[in-house]
């Protein structure tokens, strides 16, 4: 097995400065040449064509992009391994253990009954730590100088080499009537996800979802317009690239239901209603409109508001659970901010309520920072970003001042899920407050790139 | 290779290390003080934030050379006799961490912020740069106001 060059020194420092040392003649790259238009061209050619012709009715449609986005832990790829002949110890922070054994008993000759995993306690990762990748090599190093092997990544080659949220493109067409929305269609196209990290690709495969690819079984079990909108029909194209990608805290939502958000304001413009109104009228259920509700009135919707600053709001119902987000967006500078957010959740049966609130909190702040800063370019065949100096994920001047978070009554007895309940509607918001303050169709995210 | 004193946390230390070693490594490779993070050795995300003469400073681009003779605070150093910084008692108080990796950097920062500006405005507190990627900057904000009120 081909060991990658690595340099090994009692100190992280003492490692890093070695690795100049090291003679590497490179090979080609997996996506060499590939840049960001390049993928772009090819998921836009990989739409599934709609299946209602707009000649018979009134139209809105809308063409959306999403860059690739780095997951950015703030603890870089790490573990410790020691590998012997017959046995391995991990020490790792995983979100999948079985799937780390698996990897690292594969990489290193091993049965996994041979594989000891000690999960340790690991910086947010946001979808990362589900891969195994710091692992594996630990242990491929470990193995190959008969020694234990501390390994970290530094940032850069986290953030250029480690797992990337796929880019997306997206289709969106709904026909509407005087009254009624008729049709909604949407065709998203994104580079495949590697869904092979934990056992929920092979889990979704058993469930009889993996068909005809685990990616878009699990986006057919994700993904569901939440309002009465006639004939609806919404399909993932996936485009395998040799890039390392993985899921991304909410994986395809954040951006199917933001490009979704953003195309039912622009409905309700069209049909001369209010975006809340319209919302209201078109949800489902009595606890879709409460969350709803609940933003609108804690939030002030509609209070009057400066030129080029305003509301915006976003709703997504997954996992069992229902949020609504508001936020107050002022665009009067260069950095657009948002100043205020406001969310309600319904989880079913909050169990840790200023936990359940910070997750939403954070959820905003991702949502912030997706939708108007923070991506990763693809330029001839490496990303560009190498660490949090151009990787613009928000801060604390990008942050709103206020974040409100409402917890909606216990209405079951289980819980649903939480974590990443509240990145979509909060990416929705956000987008759809730039939309309305600055009177543009916003059309690729980040807005600022 | 050379040695280095200095004072950390109240004592004194002495190291042997390449003048140019960072601190971060120092302190964490060789000593064992393992509160400030590294998360991008290049001064932008700050969770390596500690206090040099009572100074915040992003250990990670701080040598060890020129750290020598000077007094090295860092989060295992910040609560005094037994009792917590009001910073920190304020960051329990309003349950800010989530992951935590970044925390001990924000408090540092916040914890020199509030020793020369008692009552920080919210152009104050957004002129801290310290990257939270679980996003909690907003439980910072009602910490640092917590804590100033406090002090």
Known sequence: ????????????????????????????????????????????????????????????????????????????????ADVHSNSAEIWLATKSPTGAQSAVAGAVGLQPAQVTVHVVRGGGSFGRRIYSDPAVEAAQVSQAIGQPIRLMWTRNDDMRHGRMRPRSHHQLRATYSSSDVLSYEHRMASVAVDFTGSGAGQALIDAG????????????????????????????????????????????????????????DELARVMGKDPVAFRLEFLKTDAERAVLNKVVSAGGWGRPMAARTAQGVGFHAEYRSLSACLVEIDCTASTPRVTKAVVAVDVGLPVNPKGLQAQAMGSVIDGISTILSAGNHLDNGAFREGSYQDFLYARQANAPLSCDVYVMPATRSSPGGAGELTVPAAAAAVANAYARATSTKPRSFPINF | ??????????????????????????????????????????????????????????????????????????????????????????WLDDDVAQCGYCQPGQIMQAAAMLKTNKTPTDADIDGIMNVCRCGTYCRIRTAIKRAAAAM
């Open chain 2, 1 to 90: 290779m050379p040695t280095y004193a200095f004072t950390l946390n109240g004592n004194p230390v002495s190291v042997t290390a390449p003048a140019d070693m960072p601190l971060l490594w120092v302190l964490r490779d060789q000593l064992g003080i393992t509160g400030p993070k590294y998360g991008c050795g290049v001064g932008v995300c700050r969770a390596c934030t500690s206090h040099i003469n009572g100074q915040p400073a992003q250990i990670c681009t701080v040598t060890i050379s020129q750290a020598a003779g000077k007094n090295v605070v860092t989060i295992e150093g910040l609560a005094k006799n037994g009792r917590l910084h009001p910073v920190q008692q304020a």
């Open chain 1, 1 to 80: 097995m081909a060991i990658s060059p690595f340099a090994s020194r009692e100190t992280f420092d003492q490692a890093m400065k070695a690795v100049p040392a090291l003679a590497v003649s490179w090979g080609a790259g997996s996506v060499d040449g590939v840049s960001d238009a390049d993928v772009k061209a090819k998921l836009t050619s990989a739409i599934a064509p709609f299946a209602v012709p707009p000649l018979l009715a009134q139209y809105v449609e809308g063409t959306f992009d999403f860059a690739f986005v780095n997951h950015a832990p703030m603890e870089v790829g790490s573990a410790v």
């Open chain 1, 209 to 264: 979802y993996g068909s005809p690819t685990v990616g878009t079984g699990f986006f057919q079990l994700s993904e569901a317009c939440p309002y009465n909108f006639g004939a609806v029909t919404e399909t993932l194209s996936e485009v395998p690239y040799q890039l390392p990608t993985g899921t991304w805290r909410s994986v395809y939502s954040a951006q199917a239901r933001t490009a979704e958000e953003i195309i039912v």
